[in-house]
């Protein structure tokens, strides 16, 4: 059984661990959504198809709470009614902060800080606004697997700077009462990342990549540690900072694992002795300061049960058995999974058959997606987590950065100081501008949405306001900008969904 999601129901992050604001522990068991196909306008969004999708999981009894979206664009398409559908069949969202083309691209190719542009900042802004006034939407994605091997690691710093202006424009919005919340911010690890060379086991990395995202210095008038208490249950708050150097970048810390590639794998030990993977995961990541989950979880079909032909089937059907595992054993630490996938993962990962998904209609159930079902079945009798008060200090920055220096040949990456920062200054609040030159189509026409945007503005008669360099007129534009804020806040909630936050500048 499955109750709507409402305001209540918000997830936040208190320590180690998701709660609703009731202060029961939440446990994602989600499942990865279909990626949507492209049309010549973008990515193809119809809302009934979408929310078909979760209606058939619900009609199959799926005992799942949460799907991962890939493929969104929130600069063109407003996904209320799909996110309001799916609160209604009790189903939370977790939503990409980046996009795969465009100005919302994180390019791991370039180092920092060239990696991180200000249209990058305008798309998570405008993610942001559109997806925090939906309580089912859990969180956001601001990186998948950027950082997998050493060329790449050379952008760690954009996710860190990207992820840390995020976290203060959604402070700036609830202290200014322009949002009721903030979204907790999820990074995505590949588990088989590479870096230090091949004396690095995996696990190591993963934990590196976790104290690198979620480090913070203390004893500077700092807060790093989350919001504890009534104020973190009532308002939804995952962070406060006064020194946005020293802010944990990353709420929630994500790792993609493909492993479990055998039907007589064991928890502890693999079929060749080795340690499991994990239970491997499970020790390393048990000081970890913010809630830790499989952000996508699943062998590839070619690999599960390879090595064992009496097992082995042609499909490669994958019995999901870890699951028990991840919901019990490693419970104390982990704060579930996303199983990957419905359908996208190149067919290697898929359980449901008849794709790719044509954005329409829905898949058929594989043997694969049952034996999913079986093992979340058996968990409708395992007693709920007691609450835990562990709130575990992240590392010290300086501590992690000796980490990179011994292991890594030197490498630095606590350049924050260096890293652009956008919308805000360090003395002053959000600087809100209504402005066109990020908002923008890939052609680089206005988007309709800018366009409306303006028309909205005309129609409201609010006047722009010309920047000064003077610190006086600086201070009255900023808090002007913001009641212009707040009045088209109020002009969506009368019904303009059409409606987008507007551009951010760079300070």
Known sequence: MYSPITAEDTVVVRGKHLYKRDGSIFTIR????PTPPEDDVGVFYNSSAWLDILKQLRELDLQFNTVRLYR??????????????????????????????GGGVLDRTLPAPKCYKKSLFNYGANALYQYLKHPNVLGGVVGNEVMNDETSWLAAPCVRSYARNLKLFMDQLVQEKIVQRTLPLIYAAQDSSVLGGAEMDSDTIVKLTADYLTCGETGKGTIVADVAGDEAMTHGMQHF????FGMSPIDIFGINIESWCWSRQDYYYNPDGSLGAYFSLWKALQATSVPVIFSEMGCPHQLFDRD????RNVEGTRDWAQVQYVLNEMRDTWSGFIAYTYDGGGNDFN???????????????SQDFWNFKEQLDKLENVPPLLQQQDIALPRRCSAVQADFISCCGGLRLFNDDKMQTFGFSAIMPVDVEVNDSIQ????GSPSEITKSFYTEISSAGLVLVLFSVLYTIQKWYVSSKLSSLRERSKLRGAGNTNTKYMSIEET
């Open 30 to 33: 989600g499942v990865a959504f």
């Open 72 to 101: 969104m664009d929130p600069l063109k398409v407003d996904y209320s009614e799909f996110i309001e559908g799916a609160a209604e069949l009790g189903v939370y969202i977790i939503v990409p902060l980046t996009a795969a083309s």
């Open 241 to 244: 900072s006064e020194n946005r």
């Open 308 to 311: 064992d032909p009496l097992h």
């Open 351 to 365: 359980m449901f058959t008849g794709g790719p998904w044509d954005g329409r209609n829905v898949l058929q159930p």
């Open 440 to 443: 923008q189509t890939q052609d």
